[in-house]
């Protein structure tokens, strides 16, 4: 079988001040032109073949990426590479194969996927098999059987202490002897105590009959549970052994197992597996020197939200970073940036309300509400405020604005007032209303989002959408206008997640249009703000108990 030519040579050749000093870094998000033209080429060759891959089936979008190359020669060309499977398929005429050896993955994952399959089979008989259903049944029958039986025992019995009670009543009035009334009052309580130990025979008796079968359903689950973790453990091993099969080269030549550039902590889940260090990793095999990379996505967006066809995304750092810093040691690669650190903004926080409990400020875009938590980021509003204040047991952030949106944020400056503040928050007493461009024509007026976010471990600070493992997040919205495109919205927060009115505008089951700027979830933006503001904010004065409502309009 003949294979595709890798390397794709760009006609026309770049001229030689086309071409970068040094690679650009994988993690940042601006985009070489020649590594953007190379993906442009990408993406239309791709088009044809979408729907064979399942690219634009919901769901089945992909990530993918062009590494521009020179070969010994000189010639200017670019790799192709993609994230994972394609079409079910590792290795993929026209495209850079895999990170790891082949025939050792083979050797070890053909047969222990066989015998994971099988484990599995007999998990399935455990767990739904003819056999098992039957007795999981037959328990299920019996129980609703001792559950009804019991229940029109205890109505009849019901009926039976009202009759007595009616009868006690009759007994006080009738006029009968002491003697008389006390032997009818006895006969009455022996009926009593009668029902109560008929409900008890009742109940041992149904406990005796369910002993059996519950012992056979226990005895099922045991032995589900029991091959459950066998598969478990023997998954764990056979992730250790295909992890042995990447061999992760550098830029030197030096190789080290996937392992080692993750301990002493397991690799995740598809490290090794996504486009960039295919391309890094072939580039190296076939003597070609990288000059710069591009990661696209292509087809529809994942289900967690947060990619959309055609958007660039950097590097993600948890399953790449150590894999990534490995390959490229002995590249002159820019710095791997820091996340806000080409953001901070010029321009001062403006007060716009102040006394002497708290501080309300208009935070620009660029701006972290507090240091960052590496350390590596000191300058935010909350540095700036201290500097502003140095008497003062504050200044303490009540809620916080992402660094790439402006507005109104609220600021205690001491402890009891930080804490009064915090328990408006809760009680979602204060009311917050941003102002956004969206990009995109949003089809209804209003509406309400509630989508569950969590923190995407492998690529923070994005969050995704999880309806199993996130956190509740609801937020309520607006059209205002509609515009070349674009649609403005007020949006209106009833809880504070990360991130989240971001991700409940690009996901498609939110509003599907990203906010306009948005190098996180949507395409970034020429001007390099995100479109979002936090306009208006209403609470009540935790000292006085004043209303208090400031607005600050949107600067775009």
């Known amino acids: 079988m003949t294979r595709a030519p890798l390397v794709t040579i760009f006609d026309p050749p770049p001229a030689a001040s086309e071409l970068p000093a040094r690679l650009p870094s994988p993690f940042g998000h601006a985009v070489h032109p020649l590594a953007r033209r190379a993906a442009a080429t990408l993406v239309d060759q791709l088009a044809p073949a979408a729907a064979g891959w399942g690219l634009d089936a919901p769901g089945g979008g992909k990530m993918f990426g062009v590494l521009v190359v020179v070969g010994a020669d000189g010639r200017v060309g670019f790799l192709r590479g993609f994230s994972g499977m394609l079409g079910s398929r590792w290795d993929v005429d026209g495209f850079v194969p895999p990170l790891f050896d082949a025939a050792a993955r083979d050797a070890v994952w053909l047969e222990g996927e066989e015998e994971l399959r099988a484990i599995g089979r007999q998990i399935d008989l455990v767990a739904d098999g003819s056999a098992a259903a039957a007795t999981r049944a037959s328990l299920a029958a019996l129980a609703a059987g001792h559950q009804a039986s019991a229940a029109a025992l205890r109505d009849r019995h019901a009926q039976r202490r009202r009759d007595r009670h009616v009868e006690r009543s009759r007994l006080a009035s009738a006029g009968l002897d002491p003697a008389a009334r006390d032997l009818a009052l006895h006969a009455l309580a022996q009926a009593s105590r009668a029902d109560a130990a008929e409900l008890r025979r009742l109940e041992t008796g149904q406990r005796a009959e369910r002993i059996e079968p519950t012992a056979r359903v226990r005895d099922l689950d045991h032995r589900r549970s029991v091959l459950e973790q066998t598969r478990a453990a023997r998954s764990r091993e056979l992730l250790v052994q295909i992890h042995d099969a990447y061999l992760v080269p550098s830029a030197r030549g030096e190789q080290r197992r996937l392992r080692a550039l993750f301990a002493p902590e397991a690799p995740p889940g598809g490290a090794g597996d996504c486009a960039a260090p295919k391309l890094f990793a072939h580039a190296y095999r076939v003597g070609l020197r990288p000059l710069a990379l591009a990661e696209v996505w292509c087809g529809a967006s994942p289900r967690t939200g947060g990619r959309h066809a055609g958007a660039f995304y950097p590097a993600c750092r948890g399953k790449c970073g150590p894999v990534l810093g490995h390959m490229l040691d002995g590249l002159a690669v820019d710095p791997a940036p820091v996340f806000g650190a080409d953001l901070i903004a010029a321009a001062q926080p403006v007060v716009v309300y102040e006394d002497r409990w708290l501080v309300i400020v208009d935070k620009p875009c660029g701006l ?140 498609a089951l939110g509003l599907a249009a990203p906010i306009a700027g948005d190098r996180l979830y949507g395409r970034g933006g020429p001007d390099g703000r995100l479109q979002l503001h936090a306009e208006a904010l209403a609470f009540a004065h935790p000292h006085t108990g004043e209303p208090m409502a400031l607005e600050r309009p949107a600067p775009f």
């Not at 001491?414 to 979602?428: E, G, I, K, P, W």
């Not at 493992?469 to 809880?495: D, Q």
């Open 368 to 507: 972290l509400s507090v240091p960052g938590r590496s350390g590596l980021l000191r300058d935010s509003v909350q540095t700036r405020l201290r500097a502003r204040y140095p008497d003062a047991s504050g200044p303490l952030i009540v809620h916080r604005l992402d660094l790439d949106t402006s507005g109104l944020l609220l600021v205690a400056r001491d402890a009891v007032t930080h804490a009064a503040l915090q328990r408006q928050f809760a009680r979602r007493e204060i009311e917050k209303r941003y102002i956004a461009w969206l990009d995109g024509e949003v089809r209804d007026d209003g509406g309400v989002v509630e989508l569950a976010l969590r923190v995407d471990l492998d690529d923070r600070p994005r969050q995704l959408h999880d309806p199993v493992h996130g956190k509740p997040a609801t937020t309520v919205w607006k059209v205002l206008a509609r515009a070349g495109g674009r649609t403005r919205v007020a949006l209106f927060p009833h809880t504070g997640r990360t991130h989240q009115l971001r991700v409940h505008a690009a996901h």
